[in-house]
């Protein structure tokens, strides 16, 4: 998952360089390795969103 | 300043702030520990990296395509949820004994930390760029009608030295975590390039988005009391039928000698006989009764003065003259009597009664106490031998096995030791099964109270040990406190709305 998201995100950066007119490409790019990975993560943290922590 | 130029400048600014970000510190723990020192981020590390390299690269989209609102809102809403992130990682950290952690610590802080830093540092960064930014409108002049701005060396440097670095995390990622649907672990060994060491794992996919839950391990439903029943919340079925005692085998049946109903206007939650007088409590409310539970003097506490006092499982006395009150969240207020109280110091703690109560001054005062074995367990019962003072655990709708007794110096408050006891047990039960609303200490042996299945568990705290059982008539339905007086057990019960008193024998 870690890989693929940051190809993602490596892809959109060769296009903003060296294809910038692609800008809504690029920037869907990223915006889906982030869904990818925020998603995990707070997938990954449900059964305590709040931490164990006393708050 | 001309505005144009100050958009320049800008620019110059947000291509500098994405570069560091992407620079410092996610090529620091590429780079530096990843390939120097072998660290290999574990799945919530990856994702906070990532978080860095989003908000980075966000910048150098601004940078590259001028200041437009969907990257300024992806950029707060990145940060945002890195902020977030790193707090969801060092949050199960953050109550562990000192220098302990996960992976590497840079200045005694972890990385986890160092990231919540980071996050907090991009708003800070943020803030301060904004104070250098032109009119709005200059954005679109500079940009000139042109689709996307021209890179300068600096910013061109900028963006491609980022792409290496995140090309060097992709390489990173493909040995430490895999291809999809491979994905990042939990306890990942550290960095190699030897493929008998390369560990590729589905694991972190288990449990995914399932028993969702704010609180976690903390969302714990408040105990059962007198004053507010919580089987429902709580899960237990609470019955009075010894039979469905965890023990295996119960050694005396308790026969009940007399039965009073007390004539008092609220649920006693816990009632003691101390110093010749009744000692009763009622969620927050105190009283010193006579023997004929005429009310001599009470108090109301405050319970979120200082360290809050959920609501009272216990008094003790101590020091001669003086009591503890327990909470069910194991904070405590030592206080004592003195009918010439100065209700302008004792206010803090007494919503009623500050004027014959102490609450401040020489050895009185709150306190938390701390446990190891049952940080996320209540206590609703509690009984001292003079040396020490004892709180047992009751069972809840997170955790119903459970069973702990804390052992407390009465000298300096501190925990001297935790033990669950021996017991002889019908098979596949625990003492969690069991739930403790008194305790009271005979002869150095603690006779423990269940109000579910009518029990008492006779403890030897030292051989930490139940040594004898004890039923007691199912006709008494919400056992809620237990004492001797005149040799004989007492035992009050909150039923059918009245608090009776059954003496047995």
């Known amino acids: 998952m870690e890989f693929l998201e940051l190809l993602l995100i490596f892809v959109a950066l060769i296009l903003i360089i060296k294809k910038p007119e692609k800008e809504n490409l690029a920037f869907s790019l990223v915006m889906i390795a982030w869904l990818m990975m925020i998603i995990f993560y707070v997938g990954h943290k449900s059964t305590g969103l709040l931490t164990i922590m006393n708050l | ?505």
């Open chain 2, 1 to 505: 300043m001309n505005e144009i130029n100050k958009a320049k400048k800008f620019y110059t600014l947000m291509c500098l702030a994405g570069f560091l970000i992407i620079l410092l510190p996610v090529g620091t723990a590429n780079i530096i520990f990843g390939y120097f020192l072998a660290d290999s981020p574990c799945v919530l590390c990856w994702g906070q990296r990532e978080a860095m390299i989003f908000i980075g690269v966000m910048a150098l989209f601004i940078v590259r395509y001028g200041m437009k609102g969907k990257y300024l809102a992806a950029l707060l809403i990145m940060t945002a949820a890195g902020l977030y992130q790193s707090f969801a990682h060092f949050g199960n950290h953050a109550m562990e004994d000192l220098d302990q952690g996960f992976g590497l610590p840079v200045f005694g802080i972890h990385t986890y930390f160092w990231a919540e830093v980071v996050f907090w540092a991009v708003v800070l960064l943020l803030g301060f760029i904004f104070i250098f930014a032109p009119k709005f409108s200059a954005f679109d002049k500079e940009l000139n009608g042109e689709k996307f701005r021209k890179y300068t060396g600096f910013s061109l440097a900028a963006v491609v030295i980022s792409a290496i670095i995140v090309a060097s995390n992709v390489f990173q990622a493909f040995v430490g975590t895999g291809i999809f649907p491979y994905v990042g672990q939990g306890d990942p060994v550290r960095f190699t390039l030897n493929p008998k060491y390369i560990i590729w794992s589905t694991d972190s996919w288990h449990g995914l988005w399932q028993n969702i839950s704010f609180l976690g391990k903390r969302d714990v439903k408040a105990p059962d009391y007198a004053f507010a029943p919580a089987s429902d919340k709580l899960g237990i079925k609470f019955d009075n039928d010894v039979n469905n005692s965890p023990f295996a085998k119960i050694d005396e049946n308790l026969k009940i000698l007399d039965e009073q109903t007390i004539n008092f206007n609220k649920a006693i939650n816990t009632l003691d006989f101390i110093n010749d007088e009744f000692v009763a409590s009622s969620k927050w409310d105190v009283y010193f009764l006579d023997n004929n539970f005429t009310t001599k003097d009470s108090f109301e506490l405050d319970p979120y003065f200082s360290a809050s006092i959920d609501p009272i499982i216990g008094i003790i006395p101590y020091m001669n003259d003086k009591f503890i009150l327990m909470g069910s969240n194991k904070s405590f207020l030592r206080f004592k009597k003195n009918p010439n109280a100065n209700d302008t110091l004792q206010y803090a703690d007494f919503v009623k009664g500050a004027n014959h109560f102490e609450g401040q001054g020489k050895d009185l005062g709150r306190g938390r106490l701390s446990t190891v074995r049952s940080k996320f367990n209540h206590v609703a019962s509690m009984t001292t031998d003079d040396k020490y003072f004892y709180l047992a655990t009751v069972p809840n709708n997170k955790d119903a096995k459970t069973f702990v007794i804390s052992k407390y110096s009465l000298k300096d408050l501190v925990l001297s030791g935790e033990f669950t006891p021996k017991a002889d047990l019908k098979e596949g039960r625990t003492l969690g099964d069991l739930y403790i609303t008194s305790m009271t200490d005979k002869d150095g042996k603690i006779y423990a109270l269940s109000k579910n299945h009518n029990v008492i568990a006779v403890i030897d705290p030292v051989k930490e040990e139940v040594i004898k059982t004890l039923s007691f008539p199912n006709t008494i339905t919400n056992a809620r406190s237990i004492f001797f007086k005149d040799g004989k057990i007492n035992i009050l019960s909150y039923q059918d709305g009245a608090n009776k008193l059954f003496a047995l024998n």
